[in-house]
């Protein structure tokens, strides 16, 4: 497959001013369920961009039997086919190895673009185990997406209870992006079961 603006190794388009949801992920393998993260994300909070950051590996997971980069970037844009969804691998093109990290580059980089943190609420149940947790709710908004078998569990999480004083009403998501950190919301609605835990272990068994 070649390589758009839209999709590969470089830094999406960006010009000062624009709001980009960061959706950051292995995508191993990608799915209709991390589409409709990002999808929700984009109708919800008035996002010009999401950009699905493909990870050269997570920090917390087993990465020996990790699918290699470039095609989980391929996979990642055929099940994203949108417009309005870029699929980069900047960490491995910047050489970080933690969001936090990533955050801070484009951060620093980029003062005048909003970004929003972007995931599915199954990582907020883990959240306070990512490398400098609290930095990355300092620093920018996050949105969380509510997904099956996770609407209550995160919510008595320990990210979630730190920071529940800057927690952002749902009906109020479109103004997230005029806030800085520390600010988060929680939104629900249709929700996808779809998971790559379950895709993976689905191959196996075949």
């Known amino acids: 497959m070649s390589r758009s603006p839209n999709h590969g190794i470089s830094l999406p388009p960006i010009e000062p001013g624009m709001t980009i949801g960061l959706y950051g992920g292995s995508f191993n393998p990608p799915h209709d369920?991390?589409?409709?993260?990002?999808?929700?994300?984009?109708?919800?909070?008035?996002?010009?961009k999401i950009?699905?950051?493909?990870?050269?590996?997570?920090?917390?997971?087993?990465?020996?039997?990790?699918?290699?980069?470039?095609?989980?970037?391929?996979?990642?844009?055929?099940i994203m086919n949108h417009p309005s969804i870029a699929i980069s691998a900047l960490e491995a093109k910047i050489g970080t190895n933690y969001s936090a990290q990533t955050?801070?580059?484009?951060?620093?980089?980029?003062?005048?673009?909003?970004?929003?943190?972007?995931?599915?609420?199954?990582?907020?149940?883990n959240f306070h185990h990512w490398k400098q947790w609290k930095s990355i709710?300092?620093?920018l908004p996050?949105?969380?997406i509510d997904r099956p078998g996770y609407s209550?569990?995160?919510l008595s999480s320990r990210a979630a209870q730190t920071y529940q004083a800057w927690r952002l009403p749902e009906k109020e998501a479109k103004s997230l992006s005029a806030n800085r950190g520390p600010c988060w919301t929680y939104l629900h609605g249709p929700r996808s079961d779809l998971s790559s835990t379950r895709l993976r272990s689905q191959k196996d068994e075949k």
């Open 142 to 144: 996050i949105a969380i």
């Open 33 to 48: 369920g991390h589409r409709h993260v990002a999808l929700t994300a984009l109708q919800r909070l008035s996002l010009q």
């Open 51 to 78: 950009w699905c950051l493909v990870t050269p590996g997570n920090p917390l997971k087993d990465n020996r039997s990790l699918p290699p980069l470039d095609k989980r970037l391929d996979q990642t844009a055929q």
């Open 152 to 154: 209550l569990s995160p």
């Open 137 to 139: 709710f300092a620093t």
């Open 103 to 125: 955050i801070r580059w484009l951060t620093n980089r980029y003062p005048k673009t909003r970004f929003i943190w972007v995931m599915g609420a199954d990582n907020l149940a």
